[in-house]
Every structure is written in C-alpha cells, then in structure tokens.
C-alpha cells in the first residue's frame, strides 16, 4: 500500500504546534495542586459517604477538577507527544478548500458544530437510566471514562482522519488494515450508524411528538441557521462575535414564542404526532446533508451550541445555589442483583453500555472522521475540538445523572418503570414504588404531575421526561419565581435541540461513508463535490435510519426498550471499531511506546461489549436476551395468548419480528468487530517486527495559515498573527479563514 511515514518518535523534544515548554511557575504549580486537593477530597467523600446527606456539589466539582487535570495535562500529552501535531502542516481544509465540504472554519465555531454534532441522546438518557444502580458507579464511568477513552478516541481519530484528507473511519480501517477486516469494518461502520441514528431520532419524536411549543422553537432554528450561514459567508465575512450575538438573540425568541403560540391556532397546527414527525425528520436529514456544510449545518450547530454549553452552564449555576442532597444510595440493590424494573441487567456490564455518550461513544468517532476533520485550521486545534469537545459532553451526561438522583426516588422509578410494571395510574405506581422500598404516595405522585403542568409522569419512561423534572426541580430551588411547570417545558425542548444537531451531522457522515464505499468499486460517486453523488447517497442514508425509526415509533414494546439497549452496545462496539484503527496506526508510525493510550481503553471496550453481546444473544431471560423475548411471545402467541403491552396478535407479531431482529443484529456486529480486531492484531505483528510500516498519510504541505490553537490565543501566538499581518500588508490579501 502506497503512502508515507510519520517520522518516528524520538521521546523527547517540544513538538512542533508552536507552543515552547517551558518550567512551570510558582503560581502554575499552586493552581493545579489546589485543583488536583479539590478533586481528591471531593472523590473521597463521594466513595466513602455511606447512611448520610450527600450534597451533589461534591459529584459537580469531582468532575470539573478532574476535567481540568486531565485536559491540561494529559490531552497536551497525547497532542504533542503521542501524535506530534504540526501546525507547519496544511490541513486538508486549506489545501483543499472547495467550500462545500472542506472549509477553513474557526476554531470557535468548529468547536460549537463539533460539540453540536457529537452531543446527542446519549449523555441526557443514558446517565438517566443508568441511576437505577446509584450515583456512584455512573459517576465513575463518566469522569474516568471520558478522560481515558472517550476523549481519547475523538481526539485520535480527528487527528488521523485529518491526516488523511478527512477520510470516514470504514475506509481507514480498509486501507490501514487490510482489505477483509476494512470490508467488515465499513459493513459495521455502516449498518451500526443506521441504529444510531434511527435511535436518536427516536428521543427527538419522543420529545416532540403532541408539543408545538418545541415543533415551533425547533423549526425556527432552521431559517436562523442559514441566516446566519449567508452572514458569516456574504453579508459580513468573519464576523464570527456578531453573527452570534444576532443568532442567539433570534434563538432566545423562537423559545419564547413557542411558549404563545401553543395555545393559538399555529400552535394546533403544530402538534404533529410521532408518524408526521418521522417524515419531517426525514425530509430535514436529507436536505441538511446535501447543502454546503456552511449553509446550514455549521452555524445551526454553533447556534444550538450556545443553548447547549448555557443550560448545562445554568444548571451548574443552580446546582450550587440550590444545593440539593442526593436522594438515591451510591450503589443502590439492583446493581447488584440486576433485577431492575428501568432496564434489567447487573451492574457489569450494563452500566457500562447504558451509559455510552459522555464516558465513550463510537458514534463520535464518525463525526470525528466525518464533517470536522474537514473545517480544522491547524493540526493543534484538534486537543480543543477533539479532546475538549468530549470533556464538555461529558459534563452533560454528569448533569444529567445528578438531575435524575436528586429528584424523589419514588417519582424516578415511577416515570422509568414500564406500564406493565407501574400500572399507568398514580395509584397503581404507588403500590408499586412502595414494593421497591420507597414512600412515595399516590398524593405525591400527582403532586409531583401537577408542578409541571403535565396530565401524568407515570411511566414516561425513556430518560428525557425525567431529566427535564430534575432541572425544573433544580431550576425552581435556585432561582424561585414558581416557574417549575416552564422550566419542564423548556427542558423538554432543549433536549429535543440537543440530539436534533447529531441527526444532521451524523446523516452527513452517513452520506461521506456509503460515497467512499461504493468510491472503491465506482470512482465517480466517490468524489464528494459530485452533486448526483451527494444526493443519491443522502436519500439512501435517510431513507434507511427513517425506516428504523419508523419501527421504533410503532413498536408495541416502546422504541426506546426495545432500540436503546441495541444503541449501546453497537455504539460501543464502533468506538471498539475506531480505538483499533487508532491503536494500529500508532504502530505503524513506529509509536509502539505509546500504544497504551489506545490500547488499554480498546481491551476495556472490547471485554464489556462482548460480555454484554453474548448476554443479549443468549441469556435465557426474557427481560435481557432478545432470542428469549421472541421465544416467550411467540409461544403465547401460538396458544392465543396476549401478553402486555401488545393489545392484539398483531402486535404480538411485531414484538416476535422485532426481537428476532435485534438478536441477529447484535450477533452480527459482535462477529463483524471480532473479524476487524483479529485482522488487527495480524497487522500490528507485522508492524512491530518491521519496526513501522507505510500508510496512506498525505505527504506534508506547508501552511500559509497562522491561527491559535485553543479558545483564546496565547501571547505568541497574538505576536505570531500580529507578524503576518504586518507581512501581509495589516491583512491585505489574507484569506477570509484567517482574518476570522
């Protein structure tokens, strides 16, 4: 295979990013020690506190100091040292800037699409349902797990896919493995990106689905997205802090007036049910996948973004103000008996996968190898949009997890539990939480319904209903003003915008992925400036994660029972896919001594997602393998027997199909995975006993561009950009990206 080499890594130096190192001062030393004592003593209490009060400000400042350790430190470690970016190398958004798909962006913006894209249904739900097994094993999983594997795929695979001109990791893994393993990897890649995707559009209907206020809001961010794409783009080029201003304040007014127009005739016109949806959803994916990547998808994601990073803000912010005491045990019985009514399943490995995005999430490395890779400036931007745009995701799924275990404990199993549990009534939830060692009585549970103005919480399983409660419970303690029925609504809306921007980006990646498959065998439909190309591929994307998310809407079992324990395995099994492709690459850029970095999170990944296939594939359970739940209905089935919640035997067919389904995915993604890893450790061999092989890296082309590579420029750099103005003539003749 033809390519070039990385120059081997010789462990010392600076890297060439155009940062110096150099001693640490006095006051570096005493910030970061002062960090790292916060930190630990936080840690301490969260893991001893056993029978008291636990404020939840101690699970808040564990994981933003540990956040910032890790950012700090080792990102800059894994970024200079581990993969050696060099800012004197030209990104593929510079040499090949078409305006369409590759296009120097901003590094501000590009943080905000990254993070829009990348930030989807998994860090609001799963954290959510996973507090059934307690505060404590989520907490650990999302703080640990972010700092050593998921922010280290991001960011490894944004770097590699931008060395290779922003190719999608199916068609890495074809070139850089091997032909076999590649052929799995894209089939794998492919399929599993359908669930996810089908999955995410899933919460948004959910969310959606019967509320105009957030149809109105939603709809409205379309029109302000390309607003602010022509104003960036023609009315005032690199105005990047203007065009935001204008955005969010127009944002700002489309959630308020969601708020007057539910009520009025627009407001009945926009209460779609969850079949109107699917369609406009699909309609949407497609068109957002086909414009240029600046129209429409860049600034509609920077834009939520600000929504995003400000609620999360708010809700820190709220949190301190409000102070709540944690309500559920650290690790609570059902984590180890695994007989939970939210999801059945011990703590091992199912923790594990319910909480995917925010600790590691294979749908990231997709964004990751798909639109960013495309728009970065320079090689060093990627520890801020790689590595921090995980870290800021994960503070997410932390907040989500707090907000679900400072609510009553009653209320929570009441919404998560299924009806055929909780009974659909206030009174029958009752008898049921009680019988799970809680006191919450029908009394409360109406109470509870009313302060959010909803008809009931009963049963409103999928995570979003409940962690729309916990953030107006907080959101009411902090700030007063008996606004708690607004704050649930606003919620509620927030996190359909949340995931809508991963339905975009991710049809996009989609679209990069089925043209760079059907490239290798017809070369012209690889060519992604090849309009025919671009639509037939955006139809095909849609048209498949629509007709997944069709089934999940009409299932008798609820979409997110049935689709969402297939989302995180098969998320976890494509961040398997990704830390293999990263973990081969590094040794064959002759980087054996940094291995590790990729290596012990893939080894980690793999155990769980194996573990927890073979347990859905073969578990005699009904409640946890899917060949088992077929079994069960289709005996009842067969001795005309309906079993809840199916209300006809038609219904009871489609749990049959279903299940059946799910079962021969989760088999074939496991297998597919196990084909790419064992072809990659064949490579691997050879590269070690080579001492480093070739790969298909793009040969290094000097850059003319001279940007910052974190948030805020440094003094060099501000010296750096101040010398190629004066060079240039104070700015004549430079480039619109490097005037942004």
Known sequence: MAGTMTTTDDGGGASPTGARRGRPTLRSVLIWTAVAAVGAVCWTVLALARGESVSALWILFAALASYAIAYRFYARF??????????RRATPAERLDNGVDFDVTDRRVLFGHHFAAIAGAGPLVGPVLA?????????????????????????????????????????????????????AALIAVFAIM?????????????????????????????????????????????????????????????IIG??????TGLGDALTLSKEWLVLALVIYGFVASVLPVWMLLTPRDYLSTFMKVGVIVLLAVGLVLARPVLQADAVTGFAREGTGPVFAGSLFPFVFITIACGALSGFHALISSGTTPKMVAKESQVRLIGYGGMLMESFVAISALIAAVVIDQGLYFAMNSPAGATGGTVESAATFVQGLGFSTSAQDLAAFSAAVQEPSLISRTGGAPTLAVGISQIFHDAFGGGLQAFWYHFAIMFEALFILTAVDAGTRVGRFMLQDTIGNVWKKFGDLSWRPGNIIASAVVVGLWGSVLYIGVTDPLGGVNQLFPLFGIANQLLAAIALTLVTVLLVKHGRVRYAWVTAVPLVWDLVVT??????????????????????KYADARAAGELLAPAKDQAQMDQVVFNSTLNGILQAFFALLVLVVAVHAVVVVA?????????????????SRLVEPSGLFPTAEEKRAMADRDRLVGAGAGRSEAEKK
């Open 78 to 87: 894994i970024t200079t040292r581990v993969l050696r970016a060099d800012d």
């Open 258 to 263: 969601g708020g007057w127009i539910q009520d």
């Open 686 to 702: 050879r590269a070690i006993r080579a001492g480093g092989l070739p790969t298909t890296e793009e040969p290094a082309v000097e």
């Open 131 to 183: 507090a059934q097994m307690g505060y404590l094993p989520g907490t650990i999983w999302i703080v640990v797990g972010v700092i050593f594997a998921g922010a280290v795929q991001d960011l490894t695979v944004l770097f590699f896919s931008m060395r290779r001109n922003g190719k999608s990791l199916g068609q890495m893994v074809r070139e850089e493995i091997g032909v076999i393993g590649g052929i």
């Open 610 to 631: 194996m573990t927890a296939s073979y347990q859905k594939v073969f578990s005699d359970n009904p409640a946890i393998g899917y060949f088992a739940q077929r079994q």
């Open 194 to 254: 359908i669930i996810i995707l089908a999955v995410l559009a899933l919460i948004v209907v959910n969310a959606l689905a019967e509320s105009p206020w957030g149809v109105f809001s939603i709809a409205l961010t379309i029109p302000i997205a390309l607003f602010m794409g022509f104003y960036l783009r023609v009315l005032r080029p690199g105005r990047v802090l203007e065009a935001t201003g204008i955005g969010v304040a127009l944002l700002l007014l489309a």
